[in-house]
């Protein structure tokens, strides 16, 4: 069978926007950039997303469209050797851990969905009595097993219809939908008495926290901007292997990483005012990110409609939510009907069956969920991201230097160059750094130390890729 190709211009960049668009943006973003200085240290993760995220986006996207294939097949066929097919396993790998974790999380956020219509109609959700207390009984047990088969379900249910009628058209509709709702909780969130207050936590300008820790912000930062752009799963590369025509990969990347990072900004706009306004004091929630909803949850239940905004909120969560967890299991499935000719069908039944077991398993164990959300997840994207750039900086050279440039406006050219050569060297060295601070070994080894280590690590890489059979 033929592959698939997107349907219409948009409807790649759309997908894309909805697969990074997800519960980084709403779950995650707000929260690390409060906790990590405001918007001084939103300026960091900007240069982060602009140095590193975007360049690296660029690279997924020149080797999917180069070899209009899924990650594994695409890194096989394009350097002619299996060991760069087995580094491109890395990506079926992530794609399935990231989807055991998310899918929980997910179907965490169904559930306070479908409890808040339910207290639309019906009685006050429970969750509003006592929603510390709430979340902490239904986060992890046989309840949530079954939520998470739920939100796997939806996001099966989508991918099996296909690129064109399943992705493409599902973020086509989930998308706008998700930014509009959020946009009308932004203002309705700027009416609330004390909003200001979340504006001022949120857009403080804390430089002096950023400067004193800047080598340790550098690897959240970097964290943040590779999972919030989906960025070393390989998600990407399967996204541009669907590519047909010529357009502009540097312009699509820019706008790519300008609308996720809008999205981030117009989530901490709901997010804080909100929770200022009804006085929950954000750096009193214990645990981060989790709580958040907590306390969301908790201030909904002090304002009258509380149920119907909830409604609203969790229903954009859970459709950014599924828009990203849809472009996770097309990794496998693509790999699977790619190199084994196995009907899509099939391939993602039986990818679903996978990630029912494994999701189960982190539903089930608070600490495993912690491990695979947190460091896993991390050392993954990184070292894929890592893989990917040395690829195309090594391997692909000049060839991604011309896939780079068809179909890209004359500025995008000029900065082609410059794109390869960070690619190649100075990108997998700070990419290294990253890891090892993922991996905990800046406390241990100190800022120089660690940059040491780096070196290391990326000329080991760089030595394996000169004889890349001897990698594996
Ligand atoms: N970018 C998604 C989010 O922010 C998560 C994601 C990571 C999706 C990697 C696909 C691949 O929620």
Do not use: C, K
Request: net charge neutral; glycine share 14%; charged share 10%.
């Amino acid at each position: 069978m033929a592959r698939e190709t997107w349907a219409t211009r948009v409807g790649f960049i759309l997908a894309a926007v909805g697969s990074a668009v997800g519960l980084g943006n709403i779950w995650r973003f707000p929260w690390v950039t409060a906790e990590n200085g405001g918007s001084a240290f939103l300026l960091v993760y900007l240069v982060v997303v602009v140095a590193v995220g975007v360049p690296g986006l660029l690279g997924e996207f020149v080797i999917g469209r180069r070899a209009g294939r899924n990650p594994v097949g695409a890194l096989r066929s394009l350097s002619g050797s299996r060991a760069w097919g087995v580094v491109g396993a890395l990506s079926v790998v992530t794609g399935l851990a990231l989807l055991s974790f998310y899918s929980v999380v997910g179907g965490w956020i169904l559930r306070y969905f479908v409890d808040s219509v339910a207290g639309v109609v019906g009685s006050q959700p429970a969750y509003f009595a006592d929603p510390g207390a709430h979340f902490g009984a239904i986060a992890f047990g046989p309840e949530a097993v079954g939520y998470h088969l739920a939100f796997l379900l939806l996001t099966a249910i989508i991918v099996l219809a296909g690129v064109r009628r399943g992705i493409e058209v599902g973020t086509m509709v989930m998308m706008p939908a998700v930014v509009l709702l959020l946009a009308a909780l932004a203002v309705w969130a700027s009416t609330r008495p004390g909003a200001g207050g979340g504006y001022a936590f949120l857009l403080r300008f804390d430089l002096d926290t950023v400067v004193r820790n800047l080598p340790s912000v550098l690897g959240p930062a970097a964290g943040q901007a590779l999972f919030t752009l989906s960025v070393g799963a390989g998600t990407m590369i399967t996204y541009a292997s669907y590519l047909g025509e010529d357009r502009s990969l540097p312009f699509d990347a820019t706008v790519i990483a300008t609308l996720n990072t809008g999205v981030g900004v117009l989530a901490g706009l709901v997010v804080f005012p909100l929770l200022f306004s009804l006085g929950v004091d954000p750096g009193g929630i214990e645990a981060g990110e989790g709580a958040l909803f907590v306390g969301l949850a908790g201030a909904f239940a002090q304002i009258p409609g509380g149920t119907l905004v909830a409604a609203g909120l969790f229903a954009v969560v859970t459709l950014a939510a599924l828009s990203s967890s849809i472009s996770m299991l097309e990794i496998p499935v693509s790999f699977v009907v790619d190199e084994f000719d196995v009907p899509r069908r099939r391939a993602v039944a039986g990818i679903f069956a996978l990630v029912a077991v494994s999701g189960t398993v982190t539903a089930l164990r608070p600490s495993i969920f912690g491990f695979v959300a947190g460091t896993l997840v991390d050392v993954l994207l990184t070292t894929g991201l890592i893989a990917f750039l040395l690829f195309v900086g090594w391997v692909l050279g000049r060839e991604a230097l011309a896939e780079y440039e068809s179909g890209a406006g004359a500025l995008a050219r000029r900065v082609g160059p410059a794109w390869l050569l960070a690619a190649g060297g100075a990108l997998p060295l700070f990419l290294s750094f990253s890891l090892l601070t993922s991996l905990g070994l800046q406390a241990q080894l100190g800022f120089w130390g660690t940059v040491a280590a780096a070196v290391a690590v990326a000329a080991a890489a760089f030595a394996g890729l000169r004889r890349p059979e001897s990698m594996v």
